[in-house]
Every structure is written in structure tokens, then in C-alpha cells.
């Protein structure tokens, strides 16, 4: 099964990375703001994404230019009636997620499939807000979208083999690498990452090391891209929290409980690169 229309809820950089992934596939995408400045500069970031491709040569000017004209922004949820995929990037709230669900319940086809892009939260309390829980999955990207390839697909108790099957489909579409998973808090990815991220700053917490060793520790000793304290800045240091506290709330595992180091910081606005300011100082 192809989609030919896409909505994508969210205009944060998330909703345009996937908007413009969307996009990639031949569909027609309209992406849900919540306010026309916000719609605007989805379109923009957008712009200023596939210009940055250009540059690099990675698309030529037609293509970009042929996908840029599938994309248009909206601030009505009508606008989503007819699509037949709707992929929602709002914040990581399961309360404003669940809001949203019963509101595209009320307005979309009973056969249009909803996935959400949770990175934590359970997919199946989401399904359960629509009449059609078997149309309902998880489509877990990552930032930057366009430069990251995996997305996890993730397979809650209600969702049916079509769905699923429709869902990868998609994903492929978007070269990208899909890897289904069960509907478990963290999925696989930030399961694994989270504790990773969390035990570094207890590291630092107690005076092992000092965060700037620590993460070349882990850049020289394990050959990775960036060391822990870069990476939490990079992901922001409130949903870092938001994750860790649904982790901790679905296993009640210690690894997964935050280090207060990281809970104070979030309390006084030390976000990360989207603050200006979390473990390392950056310019705004």
C-alpha cells in the first residue's frame, strides 16, 4: 500500500524532518500547527533543510524543488480529513497525545491509519482514544531525520497485520531502515541510550571524572560520535528527563531513575543546545 496524502501533526523540527521525509515518497503532505506563525516556520525550516542538501549535493535544485511543492501548512484540523496517514510529533505528553487522538477520531476516515512518533510512551493507550485501535501504531523517527535511517515501527497489542505491513511500507519509501517492536517504554533504542546517558551523569555527579574526560572518554574508548554530556544537550535536557521518568515508571529499575544533578539542571531552565546552556555553553 502507497499513501498518496500525508498529514503530520506538529510543526516542531521533528513534524518537518518527517513532513519532508513524507514528502519524499510522491505524497501530498499538509502539516497541523497550532498557530499561523508556527505553520510558517515549519515551511521555512523546510526550505532551508533541502537548500542545505543542495549545498551538500546530496539533491539536485528540481527534486528539491518538486518536494518542497508537496508540502503545505495548516492550522485547521480539518485540512486532515482525507488523509490517509497521520503521523502526530507533538510533545511527549500522553495526556496532550491522548487529547489529540480523540480530536483526529472525530475528523478522519475509519480508514486512515494514526501513528505516533512516541519516543517512550505506550502506543496502546493512544490506540484506545479512536474507534479504530487496529489502525493505530508507533513510527518512531529520529532527529535528523533526514540524516538518521532507522525508524522503529512499533507494534501495540491492537494493531493489525495490515497496519503494520502499510506502516513499513512506508517507512522503506522513506529510505529508511525499520525495525518492528514490541509496545514497551523506550522501545529498543532509547531503552539501551537512556541508562547509558543517566549513569554518565551519575559519573559526574560523584566526582569521577570531569564531563568534558568523560565524553572523550567515550568517543576515544567505544568510537562513538559524541560523548554522553554532548548528546543530552543535543536531545535536550527536559525530554532527556521526560524519558528517563517514563522509563523509571514503566520497569521501576534504579538505572532508570534521573540523577538529581539532571533534575535540577531541567529546573532551572539548563536545556541544552535549545536553551543556550546545559552541561556545555552554546550561543544563541
Not at 515518497?25 to 516556520?41: F, N
Not at 506502516?167 to 523506550?186: H, I, M, R, S
Not at 532509547?190 to 543517566?198: G, Q, T, V
Amino acid at each position: 500500500m502507497s499513501f498518496t496524502k500525508i498529514g503530520v501533526v506538529g510543526s516542531g523540527i521533528m513534524g518537518g524532518g518527517v513532513a519532508e521525509a513524507a514528502a519524499g515518497t510522491g505524497a501530498q503532505v499538509v502539516v497541523l500547527s497550532r498557530s499561523v506563525a508556527s505553520a510558517d516556520a515549519v515551511v521555512v525550516a523546510i526550505d532551508q533543510s533541502l537548500a542545505k542538501q543542495v549545498d551538500k549535493g546530496t539533491r539536485d535544485v528540481q527534486e528539491a524543488a518538486v518536494l518542497r511543492q508537496r508540502v503545505r501548512a495548516t492550522t485547521d484540523l480539518a485540512d486532515l480529513a482525507d488523509s490517509e496517514l497521520i503521523i502526530e510529533t507533538v510533545v511527549e505528553d500522553l495526556a496532550v497525545k491522548m487529547e489529540l487522538f480523540r480530536a483526529l477520531d472525530a475528523v478522519v476516515s475509519s480508514s486512515a491509519i494514526i501513528a505516533t512518533c512516541t519516543s517512550t510512551l505506550p502506543v496502546i493507550d493512544l490506540a484506545m482514544q479512536v474507534s479504530f485501535p487496529e489502525r493505530v501504531c508507533g513510527v518512531h523517527f529520529f532527529n535528523p531525520v533526514h540524516a538518521m535511517t532507522l525508524v522503529e515501527v512499533v507494534r501495540p497489542l491492537t494493531a493489525s497485520d495490515a497496519t503494520m505491513a502499510a506502516v513499513t511500507d512506508f517507512v522503506l519509501a522513506c529510505n529508511k531502515e525499520p525495525v518492528e517492536v514490541k509496545d514497551q517504554a523506550g522501545f529498543i533504542v532509547n531503552a539501551l541510550l537512556f541508562p547509558y546517558l543517566n549513569n554518565a551523569v551519575r559519573l559526574l555527579e560523584k566526582d569521577v571524572a570531569t564531563k568534558e574526560g568523560i565524553d572523550a572518554a567515550m568517543k576515544g574508548g567505544c568510537g562513538f560520535p559524541m560523548g554522553p554530556f554532548a548528546l543530552l544537550d543535543l536531545v535536550g535536557l527536559d525530554t532527556s528527563l521526560a524519558i528517563l521518568d517514563a522509563l523509571y515508571t514503566e520497569y521501576a529499575d534504579s538505572n532508570y531513575a534521573p540523577v538529581p544533578l539532571l533534575r535540577r539542571m531541567v529546573s532551572a531552565g539548563q536545556l541544552g543546545r535549545k536553551s543556550g546552556a546545559g552541561f556545555y555553553q552554546y550561543g544563541k
